[in-house]
Each structure stands twice: as structure tokens, then as C-alpha cells.
């Protein structure tokens, strides 16, 4: 559509020419009072000392004498970048730097972009986790496959802070929400549903793992990638048991009919489509979907052009259709999780998050729908009560499963989420009022 | 779990499947290391290289078979030792289980069978060769308490 291009190229234009006037994104403020030269013997020398002692007794409260308890790292090797793809840790920073502006916004909370100039695994693990000690939780991005899964893991394993994948985890979890919406309104369950995923990327295999927490039967699963329907026999088996051990036992577990073929052939008969595949509208023809069961669902997630265009996929006969676009309905964006759920692991000063945290933070979304829709699944970032609500079950959920540094009611994890949201945003509208920070108006 | 599985002795029947087990293997091996690149004509004739491995005398082909599917295979050649006793042994050449019968000690399962057939044939000495950057041969066999016994260096020639 040409109309998209000349969009694009317009927000391409806009986004260079007003770089070059803000000249980055966040800034660093001081957040305590300084009246005179001699409240720095407070906050810094002499007193910050006793400070530092404590907090080498008892390594613990650097969360609540510093800011770590409300710090993020967002880390990048820059391998894998929005569609840009291997374009190094330099280039990563612009992206970087717009994602600790969602942070900030939407969950109130100090994100740092950090990116890395690193080349092996075994760096880039090595580096994050010497950073452990500055920050309460560290957001992985645009890492490229098959190492996003290894450092996941490895950083999962051996760190005492939530360590996220945006890219895998935050996808795959509102995913989830707006497949247990969708089902919802078709009235199917999710132990009978077949779902079918195109890519098995980051993206899908996450989200194919999560479906399979979550109840979805593994053997009705179906996953596509270039080389037809993942399934045991198919040649590239060792080779990914090697370089991609996730996507290997998938293999293995899902597709319980052993079915072989192409896209065509894994969509006919499914409940559930979930691509994740190429930006290119009509990569998943018309006769595809309506070759899927009555009441379709596809989730066509491909950015910034989805797989089919939800009217096309609609008269073929989906029931619900989502994208990853906020110009049709069911926007799925990890916008609508990653703030909340960082803010509820913040504030549980959470040692870590696993697949029943990110459940629940998906249910929380999902029920957050009061009355879903064919074209209402998911709520719009707008929908500000959205994240205290979901920073809460998380907090909350955390605390449960003895993952959390502290513990609290849920009510007391919202309401607290909810004052440093609205805190934050105050106080940036200050900023802004006050014309410390120059409108911009090219848009 | 090794319920469930046959092993038995290959026929010629069973060469396209053990073939195509084959073709797996080497290319895995072709993935540690580039001095193991599979020979593409080899492949087109695999099944026959494989009937002839089956009927030959100095080579032992075993299959592990489950609900008559061919999951797994082991190929060996039995040796002269001229210098040495003892006199004879069995080298593993080819250890191969389907992605799906993984995990279920077929593999165990085959050498153990192998080792059965060697002792039948008076034969005490098992051993077995596999690509030195092999991690997953070199870890199953350290598994199973084989140890180092020989070593091959190879070179490109100009």
C-alpha cells in the first residue's frame, strides 16, 4: 500500500530531523532536594559512606537505599535490529533509547539503553552480568537467533534479577492475552484448539512455549518455518538440536500427527494462526484461512506490514483478526506488557520471572477486556489503569512463587504501582509545561 | 525407557531406512568439522552402499525397531589387530537414533547388543571411532566408560 510507504518515510524524515534537534531521548535529573553546596555532605561525601557500609553488610538494601530498585538495563549486541538486522551497537542506540522512553512513560521507571560491543556469547553474558549489582532488572533486545536463547538462559540462570527478552518473552506474553480473548469470543477452549505458528523465530518459539504452559496441548501444535512444518524426521533435526535446542524440542513435542508440508498444509483444519513471519500482506493467501476450522483466529504480527490484511483475512473468514499495527483493531504490541511487568518485578525486587509470572500477567491483561470483541482482545496502551492492575498480579504472583525480595497485599503492590506511574507522568508534564523540553510540531 | 524396542540384526529391507540414518550422521559429522563433507554422489547411492555393509561378513549392522519403525542403527567393523592381543575387535563406525527415540537409551541399548554379538564371535575388545569434534559422540561414549584409544590427526594438503 502506498499510502504506508509515504507514511513511513514521512515518521523516517520526522525522527532524523528532530534526533538532530533533542539529541537524545532521556536525561538524568536529580531526584532529592539540593538548596546548598552542603547537602552534597548528605548525598554525597562525608555521609554516603555510612550508606555504602550498610549496604556491604547486607547487599540487599542497595534496593532500597539507591535507585537500582527502579533501574533497567536495556541491553543490545545490536545483531538484530527491528527489520534493520545486524546493525551494531551504535545504530541500536536510537532504539534503544525509544524503548527507555516507553519504560519511563508507561511504568515510571528509570530504563538505561546500554549497548554492547560485544562478539561472542560468552562476552555478552560476561558483560551483563557484571552489571548485576547497578540494576534491579535487566530487558534483553533485538539480540539475534539462536544466541537470544542461549544468553536468556544462561543470564536467567545466574542472576539474582529478572532477566527479560523482550523480543521472546514480552511477544509471547501478549500473545497469549490475546489468544485467551480471542478464544473467548469464539467460545473455544484452549485444551482443544489447533494452533498453528508461522516462524519459529524468537518470537513463535517463545510464544509455542508459553501457549504450552499456559494449557494449550503441545501435540496440537503446529509450528512452520522455510523449510515446511517442523516435525522429527525432517532433515535440519541435528543441526538444530546444536544451534537451537529450544526450536529442537519443539519439534519433538508438538505436531503429534507428525504431519509434513507446507504452510497451506499446517493451516487447513487449524482453530488458531499465529504468524510471525515475513512483513509482506498476502504471504498468507486468503484461501488459507479458509481452509482453517469455522470461527478462525489470525494473529498476523508481522510489522509493519502484516501477513494479510485483516479485511482479507476477515472475507476469508477469520472471526478475529489481530496485527501488530495501531491502525486496526487488536494492536498486538509488547508495549502492553513489558512496563507493567517490569514495574511489578521492581517492586516485589523480584530475583527473577519465569512463565507463571508472565500467565498471569497475561490473564490480567486478558480479563482486563470486560467485554471482548471480535475487535476489541486487548486493550490499547491508553488504557493507563491497565498497567498498575497487571504491575500488581505480577508483583503479586512473584511474591507467591518465593521469587520476591518483598513481600506485600496485592492491593498495597497497586496502589504503589500506580503512585510511581502517575508520579512520573506528573512530573514529566511539569517538564514539559514549563517549556524545559520544546514541543514538537511536525506531527 | 527402552521398552518397546527391538534390536535385531539388519536385512536388506531395512537399507533405505538405515540409508537415510546414515546420510544424518554424516552430515552431522560434516558440521563439526568441514574434513567430514558429505560426498554428494554417496548419497544418491546410500541404500546400496548400505546393502552391501548389510551382507558383508566383517561388518555388523544392528536396528532398533519400535512399533516396525526403524529408530536407531549401529554399524561396525570387525577387525584384525596383527600386532596385538587380543587379536580381533569390534569398532563402532556408525551410531545413529532417530530425533524421536532420543532420550530413551536406544543408543545404550545398541552398544550393549553390539557387545553381545562381539562376545558370541570371541571377540573382547570394542571399540569406537566417531570425528574428534564430535561433542555429542565424544560425550556419549565418556558416558558409557569407553576411553580414549587411538588418535587420528589429519592435515589439508595444499
Known amino acids: 500500500m502506498e499510502g504506508d510507504v509515504e507514511r513511513t518515510k514521512k515518521y523516517d524524515t520526522i525522527a532524523y530531523e528532530q534526533s538532530l534537534r533533542y539529541k537524545g531521548k532521556i536525561q538524568v535529573l536529580p531526584k532529592v532536594p539540593i538548596n546548598s553546596l552542603k547537602d552534597f555532605s548528605v548525598w554525597y561525601t562525608p555521609g554516603v559512606a555510612e550508606v555504602s557500609r550498610r549496604i556491604k553488610e547486607n547487599k540487599d538494601l542497595s534496593f532500597e537505599l539507591t535507585g537500582r530498585w527502579n533501574s533497567v538495563a536495556i541491553v543490545t549486541d545490536g545483531t538484530r535490529v527491528l527489520g534493520l538486522g545486524k546493525i551494531g551497537p551504535e545504530a541500536a542506540m536510537p532504539v534503544m533509547e525509544g524503548k527507555a522512553l516507553i519504560f519511563n512513560y508507561l511504568g515510571g521507571i528509570n530504563a538505561i539503553p546500554l549497548t554492547l560491543r560485544t562478539e561472542s556469547r560468552g562476552e555478552f553474558i560476561a558483560s551483563v552480568r557484571s552489571l548485576e549489582p547497578s540494576f534491579g532488572a535487566f530487558n534483553l533486545e533485538d539480540i539475534e537467533s539462536p544466541k537470544c536463547f542461549f544468553v536468556l538462559e544462561e543470564l536467567q540462570k545466574n542472576m539474582e534479577v529478572p532477566v527479560w527478552h523482550d523480543d521472546q518473552l514480552g511477544t509471547a506474553s501478549i500473545t497469549l492475552a490475546g489468544v485467551i480473548n480471542a478464544l473467548r469470543v469464539v467460545g473455544k477452549k484452549k485444551e482443544d484448539v489447533r494452533v498453528t505458528l508461522i516462524g519459529s523465530g524468537a518470537a513463535n518459539v517463545a510464544i509455542a512455549n508459553l501457549l504450552i504452559a499456559a494449557g494449550f496441548r503441545a501435540g496440537n501444535m503446529m509450528l512452520v518455518d522455510h523449510l515446511g512444518i517442523l516435525e522429527p524426521e525432517r ?31 499446517a493451516m487447513k483444519g487449524s482453530d488458531v494462526v499465529i504468524s ?159 517549556g524545559f523540553i520544546k514541543k514538537m510540531e511536525v506531527l | ?45 546410500s541404500e546400496s552402499i548400505m546393502k552391501t555393509f548389510i551382507s558383508d561378513k566383517d561388518h555388523v549392522v544392528l536396528v532398533g525397531e519400535k512399533n516396525r519403525k526403524v529408530a536407531g542403527y549401529l554399524m561396525a567393523l570387525l577387525r584384525d589387530r ?38 558370541k564371535q570371541g571377540i573382547s575388545l570394542i571399540t569406537a571411532e566417531f570425528p574428534t569434534l564430535n561433542v555429542i559422540a565424544l560425550r556419549f561414549y565418556k558416558k558409557i566408560m569407553f576411553r580414549e584409544t587411538v588418535s587420528v590427526y589429519g592435515a589439508e594438503l595444499e
Open chain 1, 235 to 265: 532433515e535440519d533435526m541435528d543441526k538444530l538440536m546444536m544451534e537451537n535446542p529450544l526450536k529442537y524440542k519443539l519439534a519433538i513435542d508438538t505436531n503429534s500427527e507428525r504431519k509434513k508440508g507446507d504452510i497451506e498444509s
Open chain 1, 276 to 434: 510471525a513471519s515475513r512483513s509482506e500482506a498476502g504471504f498468507i493467501h486468503k484461501e488459507w484461512v479458509s481452509g482453517m476450522n469455522d470461527d478462525a483466529i489470525v494473529f498476523a504480527l508481522a510489522n509493519p506490514t502484516p501477513e494479510i490484511w485483516p479485511h482479507d483475512a476477515k472475507d476469508a473468514g477469520a472471526m478475529v483478526v489481530a496485527t501488530g499495527r495501531s491502525d486496526f483493531p487488536n494492536q498486538i504490541n509488547n508495549s502492553l506488557i513489558f512496563p507493567s511487568l517490569f514495574r511489578g518485578v521492581l517492586d516485589a525486587r523480584a530475583k527473577g520471572v519465569n512463565f507463571d509470572v508472565m500467565i498471569a500477567a497475561s490473564e490480567e491483561i486478558a480479563n482486563f477486556v470486560s467485554d471482548p470483541q471480535p475487535d476489541k482482545i486487548v486493550p490499547t496502551m491508553d488504557e493507563w489503569e491497565m498497567y498498575p492492575e497487571v504491575a500488581a498480579t505480577v508483583a503479586y504472583k512473584t511474591a507467591e512463587l518465593g521469587l520476591a525480595r518483598q513481600r506485600k497485599s496485592r492491593e498495597w503492590f497497586r496502589n504503589n504501582a500506580q503512585e510511581i506511574i502517575e508520579n512520573n507522568r506528573r512530573l514529566y508534564q511539569s517538564i514539559l509545561k514549563e
Open chain 2, 1 to 45: 525407557m527402552v521398552e518397546g524396542f527391538v534390536i535385531r540384526r539388519a536385512k536388506e529391507s531395512d537399507a533405505s531406512e538405515i540409508a537415510k540414518m546414515a546420510i544424518r550422521l554424516k552430515k552431522l559429522n560434516e558440521e563439526f568439522d568441514t574434513q567430514f563433507q558429505v560426498d554428494e554422489e554417496s548419497v544418491k547411492n
Open chain 2, 82 to 119: 596383527i600386532f596385538y592381543v587380543p587379536k580381533k575387535e569390534v569398532r563402532i563406525t556408525d551410531l545413529y537414533v532417530m530425533p524421536e527415540f532420543r532420550r530413551s537409551n536406544l543408543a545404550i541399548k545398541l552398544v550393549e547388543e553390539m557387545k553381545k554379538e562381539a562376545s
